[in-house]
């Protein structure tokens, strides 16, 4: 009986330890401020089985259509680059300053397709990672998955030729005008001077983030090289 109360006395111990460390404002939340190695090993371990769940259940449709990889790349590059980066740009002001680091989708991640969808659709608590389906339909998130999975080969040329193809000789803006079966206006909107770039790269958004904050194009302008690595080798998004 005396081991019960031990065990009953020690368990209100360690309770009442963990409320006065939660009040006491000890912990350091900067995201100048690495975490430590038990908290970091803690919070990712979480995350990816939380994500390997939940995306277990998801039908992945079929992603190799010319135009949804098309689609996808220009809201790629409206929505994701400024953080996941995109061929040629190697670092952002908001990219620099987040903790964790996002993943360089331009570099091979381990995540399937599934998982990709659900972490686009619903993000990913205390990461900055947005949950993009509260503004977008599957089928646009859909798209941005079906150009993952062609974006860690492709050149910054090809990139640029996905993202902007009315720089190409045929002249022809791909999702000008267009309008998917379901529906929805897939025009694109000139999103030039998200990322910083001086040559004015034309990266569009869908028409439902024209109301995108301004500002968000300068807290996303490139700072040049900055020699960081992502905050977990693995990949894991953010």
Same mark, same amino acid.
């Given at each position: $009986?005396?081991?019960?109360?031990?065990?009953?006395?020690?368990?209100?111990?360690?309770?009442? &330890?963990?409320?006065?460390?939660? %009040?006491?404002?000890?912990? =350091?939340?900067?995201?100048? !401020?690495?975490?430590?190695?038990?908290?970091?090993?803690?919070?990712?371990?979480?995350?990816?089985?939380?994500?390997? @769940?939940? #995306? /277990?259940?998801?039908?992945?449709? !079929?992603?190799? &259509?010319?135009?949804?990889? #098309?689609?996808?790349?220009?809201? %790629? !590059? #409206?929505?994701?680059?400024?953080?996941?980066?995109?061929?040629?740009?190697?670092?952002?002001?908001?990219?620099?300053?987040?903790? *964790?680091? *996002?993943?360089?989708?331009?570099?091979?991640?381990?995540? &399937?397709?599934?998982?990709?969808?659900?972490?686009?659709?619903?993000?990913?608590?205390?990461?900055? $990672? *947005?949950?993009?389906?509260?503004? +977008?339909?599957?089928?646009?998130?859909?798209?941005?998955?079906?150009?993952?999975?062609?974006?860690?080969?492709? @050149?910054?040329?090809? %990139?640029?030729?996905?993202?902007?193809? &009315? =720089? /190409?000789?045929?002249?022809?803006?791909?999702?000008?005008?267009?309008?998917?079966?379901?529906? +929805?206006? +897939?025009?694109?909107?000139? $999103?030039?001077?998200?990322?910083? !770039?001086? @040559?004015?790269?034309? #990266?569009?958004?869908?028409?439902?983030?024209?109301? $995108?904050?301004?500002?968000?194009?300068?807290?996303?302008?490139?700072?040049?090289?900055?020699? @960081?690595?992502?905050? %977990?080798? =693995?990949?894991?998004?953010?």
């Amino acid at each position: $009986m005396k081991l019960v109360y031990g065990v009953i006395l020690a368990l209100i111990a360690l309770a009442a &330890g963990g409320v006065a460390f939660v %009040y006491s404002g000890v912990y =350091d939340v900067a995201a100048s !401020d690495e975490h430590t190695p038990l908290g970091e090993w803690v919070i990712h371990t979480t995350m990816h089985n939380s994500i390997e @769940s939940q #995306a /277990s259940d998801v039908t992945v449709p !079929d992603l190799d &259509g010319r135009d949804m990889v #098309a689609q996808g790349a220009r809201a %790629y !590059d #409206a929505l994701c680059a400024a953080c996941h980066l995109k061929p040629g740009l190697e670092e952002t002001a908001l990219r620099a300053g987040l903790n *964790p680091m *996002p993943p360089a989708l331009t570099q091979p991640i381990h995540w &399937g397709p599934a998982a990709q969808f659900w972490i686009v659709k619903h993000g990913i608590k205390m990461t900055g $990672m *947005p949950a993009w389906g509260a503004t +977008h339909e599957d089928g646009e998130l859909w798209e941005i998955v079906a150009f993952l999975q062609q974006l860690p080969e492709l @050149s910054e040329q090809e %990139y640029a030729a996905l993202v902007n193809p &009315g =720089d /190409s000789p045929s002249g022809e803006r791909a999702g000008e005008g267009h309008a998917r079966n379901d529906g +929805h206006d +897939h025009t694109h909107g000139d $999103m030039s001077g998200m990322m910083g !770039d001086s @040559s004015k790269q034309a #990266a569009a958004s869908h028409s439902d983030m024209d109301g $995108m904050d301004s500002s968000i194009s300068g807290a996303a302008q490139e700072t040049g090289k900055k020699g @960081s690595s992502d905050h %977990y080798a =693995d990949g894991h998004t953010h």
